[in-house]
């Protein structure tokens, strides 16, 4: 509070809401709740729950590491962070290290709002915009985690800065380019942001008296860009073999980007609504606040341009959580003109301490303890298969060994089902897949016969309940079990040693012992198990700590 706003609040005769006026707009106010939500923020670097895209994500750089990623689109972060398998520690330990970059992007984002949303209000207005952004709960959640999403946003939004805070000559056309270039090759979904750009172009151009120089230098500023784009592609692809299923699921991804009718996600939208009321509040509140302001036609354009990317949660297919950290920034912007006006009103640390209370209210319900059972996991798992094997699961999660099926999302699923990935029948029968991680609700029903399974493919669900046995915890491996005195025939899928955990057992002719272990190709099999029953499991002697699994849940979707 500066000493004539502390004066202010002394003099005699004032209101009680003309007090708490003048404490509540010290500029002071926003920038401490800004600190106290980044803090917050700050320890969920550490101690959120890895998310399932995050393995995805991850996993694509050791694919690339092992000179195996077949897609130079979207995958440039591969380049980035090419130096963490190289490190010691589990991938949740390197997933938490390279969150501490994606946690300097969104700084870089937010620093980003401050200087357009001050170009159209003040300062403090900036700083609350800042505030109505970081502490959205999905952003609270989500603003830091290892996607491309923070490097897209930090790098868009510096674009978009640049040209609404610069002199946009010289280098700084140069800058625009590298930087929006750079943008493209990690997503092509900064198309999305169009509308922020033209707004602010369009205000530029009244400000300039409408003359040719600004749209030569945007062209100058564009063919930069795409310069920039073709020499980034260029030489992140050099020596990678695009393989074509892999090309088809990209292109056939692409076409999947916008949808018509009811969003697939509309539940997740309601979720953002109940984690940032005051945000959705000022959002609605922003076609009034824009009609009644006073500023000139042209500030209102370039601000309901800013705010435009909002409507593409009516029409853009993957509105996961992790999509609002990208597309609210400009629309943060845009927020300015209703959080001016409630500033004027109340001043502008009532509004920030509300964005702060929300933010305390997402970090209060964090679970932080998943991203320890996440840790033993992987422990176990690398104890359990030192070696290379190929396994099945739903996002990843063993990002060092070979995910032998597709990204189990809402668009992998329908690949899947459509034919356009193999399916995992196909899969057992060219390669060994000694392990299926069990870490969501896709794989249960199946391997615990406990209803029907309608998300896989019926040839699928019963190679997958025909193989699979529970080892520990969520990990299953090939494996017969059969009640005593029980024969039958068995096909086996995945080839290797097998060991008898108990009983005794007849294969084809040969007795087996506890502990013994047999060599078993693909093929069919006449088992019969003594009168105790048996336990037949893949691996020769295949490693299982004495110690209970961690409880679930393994991670948190969203």
Not at 50 to 68: K, M, S
Not at 493 to 518: C, F, M, N
Not at 531 to 544: Q, T
Request: hydrophobic share 50%.
């Amino acid at each position: 509070m500066t000493t004539q706003q502390a004066a202010m609040a002394d003099t005699p005769g004032l209101t009680l809401m003309d007090r708490v006026r003048a404490y509540a707009d010290s500029p002071l106010l926003p920038v401490i709740c800004i600190a106290l939500v980044l803090i917050m923020q700050g320890t969920m670097v550490f101690g959120r729950a890895i998310n399932w895209d995050e393995f995805h994500f991850y996993r694509q750089v050791e694919l690339f590491t092992q000179g195996v990623l077949e897609l130079p689109l979207q995958t440039l972060h591969v380049r980035i962070f090419q130096w963490l398998p190289g490190l010691a520690g589990t991938g949740v330990d390197h997933i938490v290290i390279a969150r501490m970059f994606m946690f300097a992007c969104e700084m870089v984002t937010a620093s980003g709002i401050i200087l357009l949303a001050a170009r159209f209000t003040d300062w403090k207005t900036g700083a609350v915009c800042v505030l109505a952004y970081l502490s959205s709960g999905f952003v609270m959640q989500h603003g830091f985690s290892f996607r491309t999403d923070p490097i897209i946003t930090a790098l868009t939004m510096s674009a978009l800065c640049i040209l609404g805070c610069t002199r946009f000559r010289g280098g700084w056309l140069l800058l625009f380019g590298a930087f929006i270039g750079t943008a493209a090759m990690f997503s092509i979904k900064i198309i999305l942001w169009a509308p922020a750009f033209a707004g602010l172009a369009w205000w530029r151009w009244h400000r300039e008296g409408y003359g040719f120089s600004l749209a030569l230098r945007l062209a100058v500023a564009l063919t930069a860009a795409a310069l920039f784009f073709a020499v980034l592609y260029m030489l992140h692809s050099a020596g990678m073999t695009v393989d074509g299923s892999a090309k088809s699921v990209l292109q056939n991804s692409a076409q999947k980007m916008f949808f018509l009718g009811i969003p697939p996600y509309w539940a997740l939208m309601l979720k953002f609504v109940s984690m940032s009321e005051i945000l959705v509040l000022t959002i609605l509140c922003f076609p009034v606040a824009i009609y009644m302001s006073g500023l000139g036609r042209h500030k209102k354009i370039a601000l309901i341009g800013l705010f435009l990317p909002i409507s593409v949660l009516g029409f853009y297919f993957n509105a996961l959580p992790y999509f609002y950290a990208f597309l609210l920034p400009p629309v943060a912007v845009a927020c300015a003109v209703p959080l001016s006006m409630l500033g004027r009103r109340y001043g502008a640390g009532l509004p920030a301490v509300a964005f702060l209370m929300m933010a305390l209210s997402t970090w209060m319900h964090e679970d932080k303890s998943v991203i320890d059972r996440q840790r033993k996991l992987q422990t176990v798992a690398k104890a359990m298969f030192p070696q290379p094997i190929s396994y099945f699961d739903f996002a990843g999660f063993l990002p060092w060994q070979d995910k032998a099926n597709a990204f189990m999302t809402l668009w992998g699923m329908e690949l899947y089902r459509a034919g356009n990935v193999p399916p995992m029948r196909e899969v057992m029968q060219e390669k060994a897949v000694p392990l299926v991680v069990e870490m969501d609700d896709m794989f249960s029903p199946v391997l615990n016969s406990t209803g029907e399974q309608r998300d896989l493919l019926p040839e699928d669900v019963a190679a997958l309940h025909d193989t699979y046995v529970q080892h520990w915890g969520p990990f299953w491996v090939p494996g017969e079990i059969l009640q005593p005195s029980e024969a039958r025939r068995v096909e086996i899928y995945v080839p290797g040693p097998y060991t008898l955990e108990y009983g005794e057992i007849r294969v084809s002719g040969r007795v087996l012992h506890k502990g013994d272990a047999i060599q078993l190709d693909r093929g069919r099999y006449e088992m019969m198990a003594s009168e105790g029953g048996a336990r037949l499991v893949w691996g020769d002697h295949l490693y299982k700590p004495d110690r209970d699994p961690p409880e679930r849940p393994y991670w948190t979707f969203f």
